[in-house]
């Protein structure tokens, strides 16, 4: 209705301004100076009207390029808030060489509990994750081991016996040990999850591979694990994410303890090829 209300008086404002110049009597210019001026009140208010009640959310999106999130909150509601455009926290770094050249996932997730303030270490929490006993064997050329997401497969401690690593849902179990229900799953979000906890100072731990980009076929074999065939990557990798800006993920890494950046859509790319696992903690 509104919308109409401004056309119909920016059209009859027109057509009286049309009017006025033509006019040759002056009680007809005088009519028309009366409803120019009532007209044009009424196309300059409901100008300013729309205006003033316009959403602007889509040229603050596209002027300062930040991010969007929709995430499905604890209470089933779907909240969008928007978050800057670049973060960075300051997490601990840890290194897990020497000690632990399998744990990398155990050392991130030590840093992300450091982060919060739990007092615990990359060796306290290699000895208390849930561990898969499974035995490594080679039957027919085909590898039978451990199921990463039912704990630990392999060896942590020494590259000179099998190994492998460890997914998501033993992190988050060990992880909600220390802090309850403190301790959010992640997995099978979308990245914008991710983005916004981040946003929010809070790191995300990510199981990814040591290339941080994504992985050819011929870099994953079958396995035949107690829970079926799984295809496995011998370079598996897990680092806690700590920042963002519109071309680069930051990250601390593990394996050589330093903080790092890598190109944001190959990142991604290289953690929803291993399925997308994330965890954080949100205090």
């Known amino acids: ?37 009532l007209f044009g009140m009424t196309s300059v208010g409901l100008g300013s009207y729309f205006i003033y009640s316009i959403d602007f959310t889509w040229v603050y999106a596209a002027d300062t390029h930040s991010y969007t999130s929709t ?9 969008t808030t928007k978050v800057p455009r670049a973060m960075q926290l300051t997490a601990p770094i840890v290194k897990q060489f020497p000690e632990l050249p399998r744990g990398c996932e155990v050392t991130s997730l030590s840093m992300l509990l450091q982060y919060h303030g739990v007092d615990t270490n ?45 997914y998501h849902k033993p992190i988050f179990e060990l992880a909600s040990d220390y802090v309850g229900d403190a301790a959010k799953d992640l997995t099978g979000e979308s990245f914008d999850t991710i983005i916004h906890y981040v946003a929010n100072k809070q790191p995300v731990l990510l199981i990814t591979n040591i ?54 859509d190959a990142f991604i790319k290289a953690w929803e090829q291993m399925g997308k696992q994330a965890v954080s903690i949100q205090l």
Do not use: C
């Not at 995430?71 to 909240?79: D, E, L, M, P």
């Open 122 to 166: 990359k060796m306290t929490l290699a000895n208390e994750i849930k561990k898969n006993s499974t035995p490594y064997e080679l039957i027919d050329g085909k590898v039978h081991f451990g199921d990463p997401n039912k704990g630990f497969v392999g060896n942590m401690y020494t590259f000179d016996e099998p190994g492998l690593g460890v």
């Open 1 to 37: 209705m509104y919308i109409s209300l401004f056309i119909a008086s920016t059209i009859m404002f027109a057509f009286l301004l049309f009017y006025y110049h033509k006019a040759t009597k002056k009680i007809l210019q005088y009519m028309s100076i009366i409803y120019l001026f």
């Open 71 to 79: 995430r499905q909150s604890t209470t089933s509601r779907i909240v």
């Open 211 to 264: 290339t941080y980009e994504p992985l050819k076929e011929s870099q994953f074999r079958t396995w035949y694990t107690e829970s079926g065939p799984m295809n496995i990557t011998m370079k598996l990798h897990a680092v806690l994410v700590t920042g963002y800006d519109q071309a680069s993920i930051y990250f601390n890494d593990p394996y050589d303890g330093k903080q790092k950046k890598a190109p944001k």
